[in-house]
């Protein structure tokens, strides 16, 4: 079974703060997803890689940037929190182009105060 | 580009009735169709999708979807809920071609299976 981890269940921080959230994918997934998830707003995309150290955009990715040094490992960086960022962020992987399904992981609760 | 809209935010239904919850989609291509169920405190994990061929198609947990193209719909039915089926529900359109593979997500619909 694909297993996807995020370092984090529940996260609090302060305004300004540096805040990395990590998630790490044991299936050797090409393409890794960062979203945050609002009550009705559904699931947006903030960054996504399909490769090792490449990354690329998704609809609402300011304030937040990402890095990914090694295949199984996508790290999302608040640059400095604001309490806007207050959310559920959840992580997926996938093996390869559109057909496949994505995995994703439990999800972190962040409050920012 | 493609969009995605899930009809209703909030489905309630008492135990051992059907639902259906609705999904219609738009884009310019072709698309890979998925249904996605995320239960409380949990991350999202795959009901079912459509890729090509019948457009029945039957997941985990008895749901099933039907694939309807000239009306742009994939809604997904189950014929009895029970109160484990309370959860929030996810359709998500891929394209099939052109290049881009990023998935669209609708915006959810809460399903609430009463006793």
């Known amino acids: 079974d694909v297993k996807v981890t995020q370092s984090s269940r529940y996260l609090v921080k302060r305004t300004g703060e540096k805040v990395f959230l990590e998630c790490v994918q044991d299936?050797?997934?090409?393409?890794m997803f960062w979203y945050r998830q609002d009550p009705g707003l559904g699931l947006r995309l903030i960054y996504f890689s399909y490769d090792v150290k490449m990354k690329e955009k998704g609809d609402i990715p300011e304030g937040y940037s990402v890095s990914r040094e090694k295949k199984e490992r996508f790290s999302l960086i608040l640059e400095s929190a604001s309490t806007n960022q207050t959310s559920m962020y959840l992580c997926a992987s996938s093996l390869g182009r559109g057909l496949e399904t994505q995995y994703f992981g439990p999800g972190t609760r962040l409050l920012v105060l | 580009a493609q969009s995605v809209t899930q009809l209703d935010s909030q489905v309630p239904v008492f135990e051992e009735a059907p639902v259906e919850l609705r999904c219609n989609y738009s884009?310019?291509?072709?698309?890979?169709l998925f249904w996605y169920v995320q239960y409380p405190n949990q991350g999202l994990q795959l009901l079912l999708k459509y890729l090509s061929g019948s457009t029945l198609v039957k997941g985990i947990n008895g749901f099933e979807a039907e694939f309807n193209k000239s009306q742009t719909s994939f809604h997904l039915r189950k014929p009895s809920v029970h109160i484990s089926d309370t959860a929030e529900y996810f359709c998500a359109v891929s394209p099939s071609s052109g290049g881009s593979y990023i998935p669209t997500f609708g915006r959810g619909t809460s399903l609430i299976v009463h006793p």
């Open positions: 299936m050797d997934h090409e393409n």
């Open positions: 884009s310019s291509v072709s698309v890979y």
